[in-house]
């Protein structure tokens, strides 16, 4: 069993940036293929972020690519989203996602493990 605790969402306005951090708690957490997920009011969840086992690879939604970077500590057991020149539209309750194995995972049906989640509002 993995626990994921996100942290670090808040209230910003437009162009700030903001990390958001995910603690796991698997032993072995440097086998985990990790991701980013949103859900913004009244729409479905959303693939943000993905990110490789070994922090190689990494896969970016359109809508984020260029302002949002996804990585790991591995030593800290730690996944970040260093989110920057922030919207309103990236308003959202953001969720770190983690599956062992290699790849690099962009649905969200193929993540065995979930956090609660952390809420970013962005103010125009």
């Known amino acids: 069993q993995v626990q994921l605790v996100e942290s670090g969402g808040g209230l910003v306005q437009a162009g700030d940036s903001l990390r958001l951090s995910c603690a796991a708690s698997a032993r072995t957490f440097s086998r985990y293929a990790m991701g980013w997920f949103r859900q913004a009011p009244g729409k479905e969840r959303e693939f943000v972020a993905a990110l490789s086992w070994t922090g190689g690879s990494t896969e970016y939604a359109d809508s984020v690519k260029g302002r949002f970077t996804i990585s790991r500590d591995n030593a800290k057991n730690m996944v970040y989203l260093h989110m920057n020149s922030l919207k309103p539209e990236d308003t959202a309750v953001y969720y770190c996602?983690?599956?062992?194995?290699?790849?690099?995972?962009?649905?969200?049906?193929?993540?065995?493990?979930w956090g609660q989640g952390t809420k970013v509002t962005v103010s125009s």
């Open positions: 996602a983690a599956k062992p194995g290699p790849g690099l995972i962009t649905a969200s049906r193929l993540y065995e493990y």
